[in-house]
Antibody, heavy 120, light 111 residues
Framework: QVQLVQSGAEVKKPGASVKVSCRAF????????IHWVRQAPGQGPEWMGV????????TYAQRFQGRVTLTRDTSTSTVYMGLTSLRSEDTAVYYC?????????????WGQGTMVTVSS | QSVLTQPPSVSGAPGQRVTISCTGS?????????VHWYRQLPGTAPKLLIY???NRPSGVPDRFSGSKSGTSASLAITGLQAEDEADYYC???????????FGTGTKVTVL
């Protein structure tokens, strides 16, 4: 079964860093780009960046430049999203999403989401 | 603050047709970038409904259709059902931001 499985919820203090994983199952990991999207409570989705699991190339949203890092481990079919200098506004559910085979950038498979809470 | 604007809410009776607009600009929809639509139920991840403006993924009923014209796109739902109550988001690429953007979101209520 094609699916993305994310790591569990995190609670962090302001100024700390977090690393969320997204493991792919049921398809060729290197054949589909992975995007990261976050959603603050009561808000709409917000795009953070994309990684090519094949070559490792990344593109980040301007507002997260310098704070977010996407990496991948092809041996375990896992993508990681690291976010530094956390502040309360980073409290959100973080999702990974796979680009569909039939489209250059639509996301057809999503992880279940990882809640990151930033609180002192 | 999103660059893609949607109405906050739309509603309709069971069986009726509703449409959701997604208004952008010359740096996103108007520049020719594709629009995708997602449905999101509370506490769950978004689900792809329409990709590349008009296409339905396998398993999505033909009650859902998408269109695009100029700087706007629309999602139509015909034969409205109770299970269609959810939040709907459009998505596209924006060249001025050099990144992807989501719409402000529309809550569909079945009366």
């Amino acid at each position: 079964q094609v699916q993305l499985v994310q790591s569990g919820a995190e609670v962090k203090k302001p100024g700390a860093s977090v690393k969320v994983s997204c493991r792919a199952f049921g398809y060729t990991f290197t054949s589909h780009y992975i995007h990261w999207v976050r959603q603050a409570p009561g808000q709409g989705p917000e795009w953070m960046g994309v990684i090519n699991p094949g070559g490792g190339g990344t593109t980040y949203a301007q507002r997260f430049q310098g704070r977010v890092t996407l990496t991948r481990d092809t041996s375990t079919s896992t993508v990681y999203m690291g976010l530094t200098s956390l502040r309360s506004e980073d409290t959100a559910v973080y999702y990974c999403g796979r680009v569909a085979a039939a489209s250059p950038d639509a996301l057809d498979i999503w992880g279940q989401g990882t809640m990151v809470t930033v609180s002192s | 603050q999103s660059v893609l604007t949607q109405p906050p809410s739309v509603s309709g009776a069971p069986g009726q047709r509703v449409t959701i607009s997604c208004t952008g600009s010359s740096s996103n929809i108007g520049a020719g970038y594709d629009v995708h639509w997602y449905r999101q139920l509370p506490g769950t991840a978004p689900k792809l409904l329409i990709y590349d403006n008009t296409n339905r993924p396998s398993g999505v009923p033909d009650r859902f259709s998408g269109s695009k014209s100029g700087t706007s796109a629309s999602l139509a739902i015909t034969g409205l059902q109770a299970e269609d109550e959810a939040d709907y988001y459009c998505q596209s690429y924006d060249s001025s931001l050099s990144g992807y953007v989501f719409g402000t979101g529309t809550k569909v209520t079945v009366l």
